[in-house]
């Protein structure tokens, strides 16, 4: 699994344990989201090119370094992934936002695409897709279809828990894009639920249901 991170950092075990707790309510579900997002995409960002520029400080001319000219991009998948929005956007403040809808259909278990709306320079940047979960795969392998038919070429994606089914299915997929992960669960269950997982992102997120 060269192109997968499964994150072990203690402060995001420790943060997705509370996560996962049926008791969690929606307030603390979306501080946590968050703040996993953030420490998460410390790591993923990891490889991003620096070059060096020059600048004065008040005592003397030096070089230092910055983030490559190139663009970023971010594109939660709806709902769940706008969890994960603006820990990325605290981190990376240049980054343009696109969204992709998508639910799955509870009877087929595949992906319904309900709305997209993308930067118009999409295919210049380097995207970051973000949602809390990767269960069957369905969801993240059509958002990312759907960006490289766009001519996006740069992608990362990153969820906070998933099922080895739905990493299996998407590196299969997307060979060329790196999986972040925050926890590594078992299994599905017979509804394509992720065990032990955390429930329904999206419904915990916003307190429907
Ligand atoms: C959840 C989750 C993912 C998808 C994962 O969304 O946020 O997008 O399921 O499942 P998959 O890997 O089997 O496709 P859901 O369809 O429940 O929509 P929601 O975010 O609006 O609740
Ligand atoms: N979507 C979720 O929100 N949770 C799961 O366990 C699987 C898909």
């Known amino acids: 699994m060269s192109n997968v991170f499964v994150m072990d950092h203690p402060l995001i075990q420790h ?16 501080e946590l989201v968050s703040e996993i997002a953030m420490l998460m995409s410390y790591e993923a960002t990891r490889n991003l090119p620096l070059e060096e520029i020059e600048i004065e400080t008040p005592i003397a ?32 403040p240049t980054a343009k936002v696109g969204h992709i809808g998508l639910y799955r259909d509870p009877e087929s278990l595949q992906p319904v695409e309900y709305y997209c709306k993308l930067p118009s320079d999409v295919s210049e940047r380097d995207i970051f897709v973000l949602d809390p979960m990767l269960a069957t795969g369905g969801s993240a392998i059509a958002a ?4 490289k038919e766009k001519g ?4 990362h994606f990153l969820c906070i828990i998933a099922a080895p089914e739905g990493v299996k ?34 419904d915990r997120l916003f307190g429907t249901k």
């Not at 594109?75 to 605290?90: E, H, K, Q, S, Y």
């Not at 997307?174 to 394509?192: K, M, Q, S, T």
């Open 169 to 202: 299915a998407l590196q299969e997929a997307h060979p060329d894009v790196p999986i972040y992960i925050g926890a590594l669960d078992e299994r599905l269950n017979d509804h394509a639920y992720i065990v032990p997982g955390l429930g329904d992102a999206g």
């Open 152 to 155: 996006v070429h740069k992608l």
């Open 61 to 92: 001319k030096t070089k230092v370094k910055q983030i490559e000219g190139r663009h970023l991009g971010i594109v939660p998948i709806l709902r769940a992934g706008l969890g994960m929005v603006d820990a990325l956007l605290t981190l990376v």
């Open 15 to 30: 943060k997705i344990g509370v996560l996962r707790r049926i008791e969690t309510g929606p307030k603390e579900f979306r």
């Open 144 to 147: 990312i279809d759907f960006l």
